[in-house]
Nanobody, 118 residues
Framework: QVQLVESGGGLVQPGGSLRLSCAAS????????MMWYRQVPGKERELVAG???????KYADSVKGRFTISRNNGLKRVYLQMNNLNPEDTAVYYC????????????WGQGTQVTVSS
């Protein structure tokens, strides 16, 4: 069955870095676009970064220049390198896979908590 398993979250001080990883299985990873979302309690889930099957990337304005999304099709993993973190980056981060016409097929991971605090 389809699985997306995030890892790499944790507690970090402001200005620090974390690298999130999402391991995929159960679908043809290389042809799916991959995204990282985040959510804080009481707010909608927001798109942080995305990378297409053709390695085109996009970022939310709030993370441009600080976060980098990448993928390794051989390992079936997508990564989110997060630098210069600030408390506003505190959230649960989710990995999403989307494919098919109009993203008819999409899958979510269970999320990993990132907390930025001194």
């Amino acid at each position: 069955q389809v699985q997306l398993v995030e890892s790499g979250g944790g507690l970090v001080q402001p200005g620090g870095s974390l690298r999130l990883s999402c391991a995929a299985s159960g679908f043809t990873f290389s042809i799916y676009d991959m995204m990282w979302y985040r959510q804080v309690p009481g707010k909608e889930r927001e798109l942080v970064a995305g990378i297409t099957s053709t390695i085109s990337t996009k970022y939310a304005d709030s993370v441009k220049g600080r976060f980098t999304i990448s993928r390794n099709n051989g390992l079936k993993r997508v990564y989110l390198q997060m630098n210069n973190l600030n408390p506003e980056d505190t959230a649960v981060y989710y990995c999403k896979a989307a494919g098919g016409l109009g993203y008819a097929r999409s899958y979510w991971g269970q999320g990993t908590q990132v907390t930025v605090s001194s």
